[in-house]
């Protein structure tokens, strides 16, 4: 079991995990909350996230990314799952989170959810999948923020008020936008390789130096997007993640893109907790 934990990479299960807690609160904020609906939500994005996560360490080591000599994803080459067990317990994992949402759409008769389900499951799936492996195509950034911002925030209101609320959508842009800032940290490191193995991102297309600004952009337009939410709360309180912030242009500066990749990932979660405090307030 602690196997396919860590082959699922806990690390950025915030990134599945926040959006879940923004759109709930948003929800509470409308006067419509319920425990039940908000853990089969978590567990929900958990698992087609973490089947995502399995879903792209075996798409790379088949299609020949990810080798022994250089994988920042060790899944496969460290054995700690075979070829096989990862993209069956990928399906699983998926399997398992379309179950809930068919569970969660006909408790709270939201047929709609069944689109943004479906939607997800698909980005998800063909991330790096055979035949269109979007992330090859310099989609990935786009295909990153629709899952993790959008999909999963204004889902989760939805889920829990059977409305699409507006204010759930423009809540879901911050987080898309650090979230693409995860992977963006990620791709950069990888230019390089990646160019040698012929896979298009959009960190490659861009370049370092203007990946690096691009970086620096997601950041800090997260920060003023949480104004369009006409809260002082909501963006106020994000602001005391700053400090997180300028560690991450430190390692930025320094090169430390290794780093950057996990540390994005825990600014995310401590911006994303802050902002749905902000919300609820």
């Given at each position: 079991?602690?196997?396919?934990?860590?082959?699922?990479?806990?690390?950025?299960?915030?990134?599945?995990?926040?959006?879940?807690?923004?759109?709930?609160?948003?929800?509470?904020?409308?006067?419509?909350?319920?425990?039940l609906?908000?853990?089969?939500t978590?567990?929900?994005?958990?698992?087609?996230?973490?089947?995502?996560?399995?879903?792209?360490?075996?798409?790379?080591?088949?299609?020949?990314?990810?080798?022994?000599?250089?994988?920042?994803?060790?899944?496969?080459?460290?054995?700690?799952?075979?070829?096989?067990?990862?993209?069956?317990?990928?399906?699983?994992?998926?399997?398992?989170?379309?179950?809930?949402?068919?569970?969660?759409?006909?408790?709270?008769?939201?047929?709609?959810?069944?689109?943004?389900?479906?939607?997800?499951?698909?980005?998800?799936?063909?991330?790096?999948?055979?035949?269109?492996?979007?992330?090859?195509?310099?989609?990935?950034?786009?295909?990153?923020?629709?899952?993790?911002?959008?999909?999963?925030?204004?889902?989760?209101?939805?889920?829990?008020?059977?409305?699409?609320?507006?204010?759930?959508?423009?809540?879901?842009?911050?987080?898309?936008?650090?979230?693409?800032?995860?992977?963006?940290?990620?791709?950069?490191?990888?230019?390089?390789?990646?160019?040698?193995?012929?896979?298009?991102?959009?960190?490659?297309?861009?370049g370092?130096?203007?990946?690096?600004?691009?970086?620096?952009?997601?950041?800090?337009?997260?920060?003023?997007?949480?104004?369009?939410?006409?809260?002082?709360?909501a963006?106020?309180?994000?602001?005391?993640?700053?400090?997180?912030?300028?560690?991450?242009?430190?390692?930025?500066k320094?090169?430390?893109?290794?780093?950057?990749?996990?540390e994005?990932a825990?600014?995310?979660?401590?911006?994303?907790?802050?902002?749905?405090?902000?919300?609820?307030?």
């Amino acid at each position: 079991m602690k196997k396919i934990i860590m082959a699922t990479r806990p690390y950025s299960w915030p990134a599945s995990m926040v959006p879940v807690a923004v759109g709930s609160a948003v929800a509470f904020k409308n006067g419509s909350f319920s425990g039940l609906n908000c853990f089969w939500t978590f567990l929900a994005a958990l698992m087609v996230h973490s089947g995502a996560n399995l879903a792209n360490s075996y798409f790379d080591w088949k299609n020949g990314i990810d080798m022994p000599d250089y994988a920042d994803d060790r899944t496969i080459a460290d054995k700690l799952l075979t070829p096989e067990k990862t993209i069956r317990f990928s399906m699983l994992m998926i399997f398992v989170s379309a179950l809930i949402g068919i569970y969660l759409t006909i408790k709270n008769n939201a047929p709609l959810m069944l689109v943004f389900g479906a939607a997800g499951a698909l980005l998800a799936w063909f991330y790096t999948a055979d035949g269109i492996h979007y992330k090859y195509r310099s989609l990935g950034d786009a295909g990153i923020f629709l899952s993790f911002g959008p999909l999963i925030v204004t889902g989760t209101a939805l889920i829990q008020t059977g409305k699409i609320l507006p204010s759930a959508l423009l809540a879901s842009i911050p987080l898309g936008l650090l979230i693409t800032g995860i992977l963006h940290a990620n791709n950069m490191r990888d230019i390089s390789y990646d160019s040698s193995k012929n896979i298009k991102t959009f960190a490659q297309f861009l370049g370092m130096e203007k990946s690096v600004a691009y970086y620096k952009i997601l950041i800090v337009s997260a920060y003023c997007s949480t104004l369009l939410l006409g809260s002082l709360p909501a963006a106020v309180l994000p602001m005391l993640s700053m400090l997180l912030a300028k560690k991450l242009f430190v390692l930025l500066k320094n090169g430390d893109l290794a780093a950057l990749v996990k540390e994005t990932a825990k600014f995310v979660g401590v911006f994303g907790l802050l902002l749905a405090i902000g919300l609820i307030i």
